[in-house]
T-cell receptor, first 113, second 109 residues
Framework: DGGITQSPKYLFRKEGQNVTLSCEQN?????MYWYRQDPGQGLRLIYY???????QKGDIAEGYSVSREKKESFPLTVTSAQKNPTAFYLC????????????FGPGTRLTVL | SQQGEEDPQALSIQEGENATMNCSYK?????LQWYRQNSGRGLVHLIL?????REKHSGRLRVTLDTSKKSSSLLITASRAADTASYFC?????????FGSGTQLTVLP
């Protein structure tokens, strides 16, 4: 099956802890993205990567970090510096440019206790 | 920001009726896309319309784009209960695809 996967589906974290969300794709896409969605809101871009070993900050990058060591993988770390991390996190990928069709994973719901 | 803004925020219709959602944006675009999201799930791409196109169809979906008014509309014909979801427009530039807050569509059986 071709697609994009995220794990875990639900994640609970204590305040002050870093946590890493996984995103993997087997679509051979060059570009990958991380979005944050709050209840009743649209998606806000956290980070994106258009090629391996390169990534760019999105609109709300503070308190987050990413890496892109492999084409298939784009993990997101939510650090303790993120003031309000409880949200639904969506990973996406596209063939190349951001304005191409984006394929989304099922999302990870992060709750900070 | 050229984030799309959908209107209405919520729409409730009976099965079999048509549903129309509108989107406005602020700056120039290369294309505009529409996505659907079922509750608690990822987004699914529905249709892409390029800036030089005025109308596009895909099954029961019809999208229009008016670049002079910086607006787009999504029409779902003969709606079904399974169409219940949030619908997002996403204006696309070379640098970014941005998403609005969405229209929550409820189709009553």
């Amino acid at each position: 099956d071709g697609g994009i996967t995220q794990s875990p589906k639900y994640l609970f974290r204590k305040e002050g802890q870093n946590v890493t969300l996984s995103c993997e794709q087997n679509l051979n896409h060059d570009a990958m993205y991380w979005y944050r969605q709050d209840p009743g809101q649209g998606l806000r871009l956290i980070y994106y990567s258009q090629i391996v070993n390169d990534f760019q900050k999105g609109d709300i990058a503070e308190g987050y970090s990413v890496s892109r060591e492999k084409k298939e993988s784009f993990p997101l770390t939510v650090t303790s510096a993120q003031k309000n991390p409880t949200a639904f996190y969506l990973c996406a990928s596209s063939i190349s440019r951001p304005n191409n069709e984006q394929f989304f994973g099922p999302g990870t719901r992060l709750t900070v206790l | 920001s050229q984030q799309g803004e959908e209107d209405p925020q919520a729409l409730s219709i009976q099965e079999g009726e048509n549903a129309t959602m509108n989107c406005s944006y602020k700056t120039s675009i290369n294309n505009l896309q529409w996505y659907r999201q079922n509750s608690g799930r990822g987004l699914v791409h529905l249709i892409l319309i390029r800036s030089n196109e005025r109308e596009k169809h895909s099954g029961r979906l019809r999208v229009t784009l008016d670049t002079s008014k910086k607006s787009s509309s999504l029409l779902i014909t003969a709606s079904r209960a399974a169409d219940t979801a949030s619908y997002f427009c996403a204006p696309g530039s070379a640098r970014q695809l941005t998403f609005g807050s969405g229209t929550q569509l409820t189709v009553l059986p």
